[in-house]
């Protein structure tokens, strides 16, 4: 497809279960982003992929978030035994650069995760 | 804490009006982004700015970027309906390659 593609696009689970969100990046795009966004806040990063190797994972809240991209394309964000302060939109971006380069990130629509 | 504040939180005004939305820091960033979000959608980049002093024109959006690569501002002239959206501006802190750190965001609504 021509943009990132994220799915599911809505998840809803109840406390204490496993979701799997993944995303598709643009093609050609080595660097690929997660974000956390609250209703009305501004994305709170999560973890930045060059390539299939996590570069800064940093902004993982705990251990109970992780993500992959073992062939450098598809990634994977998993978050085990979710709590309800873990609903929000996850959104990801992929870019042709680094964004200290001034690379522009292009976000997918993000996936809804509502937790019961 | 929030490395980027962004006022004010939300503005509603009416076509026509002008106004400024501002992006405050204590840090220093290398480059600064401004992306405009739409419900249900990611951000979509408006500008870029990387030069301390720096003033980018995009049609009625006005961006600066300060002198101390501290802050910036967006001001939009006569605003429309189709401005409304959720502001964000995202800066690249020296030595951190890779992360764009969000500002806490400005809703703008633009009614008749």
């Known amino acids: 497809g021509a943009g990132v593609s994220q799915t599911p696009s809505n998840k809803v689970t109840e406390k204490g279960k496993y979701v799997e969100l993944r995303c598709d990046p643009i093609?050609?795009?080595?660097?690929l982003y997660w974000y956390r966004q609250s209703l009305g806040q501004g994305p709170e990063f999560l973890i930045y992929?060059?390539?299939?190797?996590?570069?800064?994972d940093s902004g993982l809240p705990n251990d109970r978030f992780f993500a992959v991209r073992p062939e450098g394309s598809v990634s994977t964000l998993k978050i085990q035994r979710t709590e309800r302060g873990d609903s929000a939109v996850y959104l990801c971006?992929?870019?042709?650069?680094?964004?200290?380069?001034?690379?522009?990130?292009?976000f997918g629509e993000g996936s809804r995760l509502t937790v019961l | 804490t929030q490395l980027l504040e962004q006022s004010p939180q939300f503005l509603s005004i009416q076509e026509g009006e002008n106004l400024t939305v501002y992006c405050n820091s204590s840090?220093?960033?290398?480059?600064l982004q401004w992306y405009r979000q739409e419900p249900g959608e990611g951000p979509v980049l408006l500008v870029t700015?990387?030069?301390?002093?720096e003033v980018k024109k995009l049609k009625r959006l006005t961006f600066q970027f300060g002198d101390a690569r501290k802050d910036s501002s967006l001001h939009i002239t006569a605003a429309q309906t189709g401005d409304t959206g959720l502001y964000l501006c995202?800066?690249?802190?020296?030595?951190?390659?890779?992360?764009?750190?969000f500002g806490t965001g400005t809703r703008l609504q633009v009614t008749l």
């Open positions: 971006a992929s870019s042709l650069g680094l964004a200290a380069n001034t690379g522009e990130l292009f």
């Open positions: 093609s050609g795009h080595t660097a």
């Open positions: 992929f060059q390539g299939t190797g996590a570069a800064d």
């Open positions: 840090s220093v960033f290398s480059s």
């Open positions: 700015v990387v030069t301390g002093g």
């Open positions: 995202a800066g690249v802190r020296p030595g951190t390659a890779s992360k764009l750190t």
